[in-house]
């Protein structure tokens, strides 16, 4: 393990590093932001889950774009420009006082991000060799949740389900983060591959290349259902534990949630991991939709906040299994010269980012908080309408491979 570790990129290990303290001052802010929307601005259910939506459709119209840019000028540019642009973003959040600048931000937030996150990505496969490319993202995916074990709490103790402080701490931290990348960048010049745009895709090519990949096609719609149940942990639940009778100081409560959830991630990922990687990487996905599935429906009859908690592990557990394998399956099915494009093409399966967020939101004022069933079976099914697409894609990647794999022939 020694030897994998001191062979990582320094690039790489910015970015794991940029990542944690990325998400540890996100994680102060943005999943408090649909509680500070009802509870402060006074905003309705249904209104909350438009204005956190409108992220993840921004980034779904343009992640695809954030990829494959990259892949024509340059990983640099392209993550220059966006961590920049994100510390803006924050400013913006920190000065808002009306729900329409909120959703402009927000717009802004996810555009940045699907920019910035699959060009982060394909830099990292770029520059990792293959028998480190596991370790890697699995070390990312560790610093994104080492940020959000600390994050919720210290978003607590600063008020962020009250105010609009933390925001500001966030687009400082990007700063430094920009300012650590663009040093790095210049440091490692002679160390970096370099890009011929020749051989990069046009967009049109691109599209027909992902669209006609007989198993990239179905992960993509299987993984949107999957992004779709991840995304009532910070849109719906919050929503509900924090104005559910049931629960006792309900954002205190969510915000220990948010932690449990992250601090359970780094306590099991990698023995997931080692296991999961022993099976073909569409199976993790599979196992991991059934139990998140299964957790949005024990969130439902929870009453009370141990049911809540063991809801949470279970939750975490289907989240690894769905997202730690995730970067490998694409980086396994993707050409070489197209990974920025299959990396951003992915991306679409935020379409259930968006659909979570509003779907929940017209549950919730629907039924109110105080019917848990009629909230969250609805959601746990949807979540589930996933396993078809990702059985296929796991029937499709093994026939892929079986036939590409060269046959032995014995003297």
């Not at 600390?150 to 700063?175: C, E, H, K, R």
């Not at 494009?341 to 659909?355: K, R």
Request: with cysteine; hydrophobic share 50%.
């Amino acid at each position: 393990m020694k030897q994998h570790l001191r062979q990582i990129h320094p690039l790489a290990w910015t970015i794991i590093v940029g990542t944690m303290f990325g998400r540890l001052v996100t994680s102060m802010s943005i999943p408090f932001l649909s509680i500070y929307l009802t509870q402060v601005l006074g905003a309705t259910p249904t209104q909350t889950g438009i204005t956190v939506a409108v992220s993840s459709l921004a980034g779904v119209m343009v992640s695809f774009y954030g990829g494959y840019i990259s892949d024509r000028i340059g990983r640099k540019v392209v993550m220059m420009v966006s961590v920049f642009g994100w510390a803006c973003v924050f400013f913006i959040f920190s000065a808002a006082e009306h729900l329409w600048v909120f959703f402009v931000a927000n717009t802004l937030n996810g555009l940045c991000r699907a920019v910035f996150e699959p060009t982060s990505r394909a830099l990292l496969s770029d520059i990792t060799p293959p028998q480190n490319k596991l370790l890697v993202f699995n070390l990312r995916y560790a610093a994104i949740n080492l940020g959000v074990v600390f994050g919720p709490i210290i978003g607590l103790q600063l008020g962020s389900a009250q105010s609009t402080f933390p925001f500001m701490i966030s687009g400082l931290v990007y700063i430094v983060y920009g300012l650590v990348l663009f040093l790095q960048f210049q440091l490692q010049r002679a160390n970096l591959p370099e890009h011929v745009q020749v051989t990069a895709p046009r967009l049109r090519d691109a599209l027909a290349t992902t669209g006609r990949d007989r198993v990239f096609l179905p992960v993509l719609i299987g993984t949107t259902f999957c992004v779709l149940g991840y995304g009532h942990f910070s849109s719906t639940l919050a929503q509900y534990v924090a104005q559910n009778p049931l629960f006792e100081h309900g954002s205190q409560v969510f915000s220990y949630m948010l932690s449990l959830n992250a601090l359970t991630v780094l306590v099991i990922q990698f023995p997931i991991v080692r296991v999961a990687s022993k099976f073909p990487p569409v199976v993790p996905l599979i196992l991991g939709n059934v139990l998140v599935a299964t957790s949005l429906f024990l969130f439902g009859i929870a009453e009370g906040v141990m049911l809540l908690m063991i809801s949470v592990i279970l939750f975490t557990v289907g989240e690894v299994l769905m997202f730690t394998m995730m970067d490998m399956l694409i980086d396994r099915i993707a050409k070489p010269e197209w990974k920025g494009t299959y990396f951003g093409t992915i991306g679409f399966n935020n379409l259930g980012s968006v659909m979570a967020p509003i779907l929940g939101g017209l549950l919730l004022t629907q039924f109110g908080t105080g019917n848990g069933l009629f909230i969250f079976v609805p959601l746990a099914l949807t979540t589930a309408l996933g396993l078809p697409f990702l059985i296929v894609a796991h029937k499709r990647l093994v026939v892929r491979e079986k036939e590409t794999t060269p046959i032995q022939v014995s003297a």
